[in-house]
Structures are given as C-alpha cells and as structure tokens.
C-alpha cells in the first residue's frame, strides 16, 4: 500500500454500494485518479461537503499497485466553488472542462494540466453568467494549449509561414490550425474563420479573455472546440458533458448532480 498526500479537485462522484461514493480526481502529484470514499454516502462525519463537485484540497490516496481504484482516506477542501453550483452556464461550463481533463489525463503527475484546470474553475465560478460561456471556450483552448495540442493562429499549420491577422484564414482540425491561402487551397476540407474568431482564439490561447455577446458565434466557436478536441482524442467515446454545454440540455441548475 503506497500512501500519496496531493493536491487534488474533484471531477465526478458517484454512489456507490450503500454507504460510499466514488471520485474521480485531478491530483497535482498522481494524475487522474479513481478512489473509493468508504462511508462517504452514509455519513457526512467522515468527508463533510469535502467531496463536493469541483472542491479543491488535499486528498490522501491509498493505493495498491496493480489495481486502478484507490482508497480515499481523506479530503481536506480548501476551496468549494460555490459560484459553479448557482448557475447552469457557470455548471454547464464545469462539466465541460471537467471531461477535458478526464478524457485526456493519465495518471502521472502533470502540474501544469492541473494548474490550467483549477484556474478554469475558479474563474467560471466567479463569471457573471453571460460570460459563462466564453470564460468556458477560454479555458477548454487553454488546457488543449497545456496538453501540447493547441492550434496555430497566425502561422500556418502546414507551412508554417504568417497568415495575415485580422482577415478571414481556413482552419483545418487535422492539419492542427490556420492555413495560408496556398496550403488551403490543396487541403480537402476545413473551416473558413472570420478575423473576429480568430482574434478570440488568439486571446484565449494567450491567457486573456475575449467575449462573445452574439450566441451564434458563441455556438460556432463551441462547434469549433468540440471538432478539435474530437480530433485529437483516441476514442470516440461521447462527450456527454461537452454536449450538454454545447447544447443547453443540461437541467436543473439549483442541484448540481454528477456530470461527465
Ligand atoms: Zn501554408
């Protein structure tokens, strides 16, 4: 039995059995990582509101090699993240980014994907609500960036010479990015993207935010981060959280039920 102390958020919760629940965690120092919260479920004594979806603290994780669920000793919660629980975009949003990071975590210690991860959550939990989605978009390209597999904006991504800013350039989610005029002209397909958006994804893949009013840019701009990250995941599983952001059809904001 190997005893690790890190940092860690969680990203889903389940029941489990009678008494328990468990969690799935993004840890500072181990990964993505499954534990079993014995008695979690039958009394709040033992983890409190600590294991809250998307509360942040120190968990302490008991594993055994070998085996992929490990034993939850306890959860320190330092920060809650109220804000994401009273409001459906800001919850939607959550969800969202929390799939990102367990669709394409491994369970080996990777700071800089949690660092991208918490900062996500904190500033949509602290979103006003019609900023929910774009801090979301923000987020989801910052973390594709963390995860090495951010698109190009301003170079193409075959030739790597400087597409002009502010002008219309296709976009190509296999070729990893903007295309120049004559790399677009042989690729097959692709998306043609207004100034405007690729100035948005320059701002959020440089940290800053960018907002969209307009719902249907917006809505293209979702389109464009689910077909990108589609394309770099190794499986087609659904992306069931992504898709209730993208699609508004999550319900039931005032009681925030496991997601992703
Ligand atoms: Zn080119």
Known sequence: MTLVVTEAIVLHAFDYLESSRIVRLLTRDAGVRSALARGARASRRRFGSALDLFAQGSAELHSKPGRELDTLGAFD?????????????????????????????????????????????????????????????????????????????????????????????????????????????????????????????????????HAIADRQQARAHQRLLREFVREHLADDRPLRAFDAWEHDTLSGASSPEPVA
Request: glycine share 12%.
């Open 77 to 209: 919660a330092t920060r809650h993240r109220a804000g994401l629980g009273t409001h459906l975009e800001r919850f939607a949003g959550a969800g969202a980014i929390a799939e990102l990071a367990l669709r394409f975590g491994h369970d080996a210690a990777d700071a800089g994907l949690f660092d991208a991860v918490a900062r996500a959550l904190d500033e949509l939990a602290a979103a006003p609500g019609d900023r929910a989605r774009d801090c979301t978009l923000a987020a989801g390209w910052r973390i594709l960036l963390e995860l090495g597999v951010a698109p190009t904006i301003d170079a193409c991504a075959e030739c790597h010479s400087a597409v002009a800013v502010d002008v219309p350039a296709m976009f190509s989610h296999p070729a990893g990015g903007t295309l120049c005029a004559r790399c677009a002209h042989l690729a097959r397909g692709g998306r043609t993207l207004p100034g405007e958006a690729r100035a948005a994804l320059r701002d959020w893949l440089g940290g800053e935010s």
